[in-house]
């Protein structure tokens, strides 16, 4: 049986709202399509806000002719590989054959609530797209989509109230990020700029101020390996900060039976391969890893753990210069061993740890408080477009 619509509210089909343009891409082969005004966009440009009115490439006064203008307030929907990443044009703009985008009809719907309609049904075209090797929304199915819609200026009303809860979800982020960016000012006020070595302090190489170790990957041919209570990190989980639970689990029969190591909490793992070189994460609690991870525990005496998080996050792009490799550029333990770092006293260390320790505590609170901005803002798209929001 079928739900019965809200009072006041009627079901449309997506080509029934507005006109749905493909975008496209001018000859490659003709440079002079290109270098304009005009922003060209693209999946990747979808998503990051709201409202897109700038992209990496652009269209000539010569391309222009040649694709399919979309005026400002058109909602754009990317269909061929991540599906359902949308975005609002702030200014007149066209995109490529990967995005389908909706030129409102204004007497129908209002552009801000077309788009938190395809933010909530992001699932469901996630689901319909074509399972080839690249998801495939088409035009024809995107148009005959059917969704939902209340009186316009009930639709107004519910955009307001879902903007403001949005609007403390950016808020809430931007503190997060001041938090982080306040340490990197305390380390570098502190410390000066550790690849200058500004400061002058004693310079050591990583190999002498702590122990050195890696993981290991139990064999995958033993899938019961991988069903114990160990954590066991690869490198793409390593988030610059603390690491806690991990993807996979393993047992301690995997453990004895491979070169896995069960590292101490406190541990620092860094990843050594491609584009997670140089990733890190301190272990909370006792955990494993596998080999692409080096194991790095500090001599107490000398450094401090997060103390050398963050000396380490200051050096990454020093680091990461000196890897080896032609098509996937790595780093090895006897390369990082050999890098040197400035070292200051342990006590002034200590001190700069003690305040990580309690942003860190603040922090927590932050995580909890956007977990609960989080769920009020997925509370309000629930009631939003099941008629419970406004009357």
Known sequence: ME?????????????????????????????????????????????????????????????RKKVRLLPKGSVLVSCIGNIGKVAIADTELCTNQQINSIIPDENIVVSDFLYY?????????????????????????FSNINIKLPPLETQKKIVSILEKAEETRKLRAQADELTQKLLQSVFLEMFGDPVKNSREWKLHKLGEIGNW????????????YFHGEIPWFTAGELNDSYVYGSKEKITKEALNSSSAKLFPAGTMLIGMYDTAAFKMGILKNPASSNQACAAFSPKVEVINTLFALYLFKEMKDSFLSQRRGIRQKNLSQSIIKKFEVPVPPIELQKQFADMVQKIDQIKESQKQSSLETNNLFDALMQKAFTGKLVS
């Open 213 to 224: 170790t890696s993981g290991g990957t139990p064999s995958r041919s033993k899938p019961e």
């Open 3 to 63: 739900k019965k619509l809200p009072e006041g509210w009627k079901e449309y089909k997506i080509k029934d709202i507005g006109d749905v343009v493909t975008g496209s891409t001018p000859p490659k082969k003709d440079p002079e399509n290109y270098g304009g005004v005009l922003p060209w966009i693209k999946p990747p440009d979808l998503d990051i806000d709201k409202f897109v009115s700038t992209s990496e490439e652009t269209i000539s006064e010569t391309g």
């Open 117 to 141: 309609t395809i933010k909530k049904i992001r699932p469901y075209l996630e689901n319909i797209a074509s399972s080839a090797v690249v998801p495939l929304l088409n035009k024809t199915d």
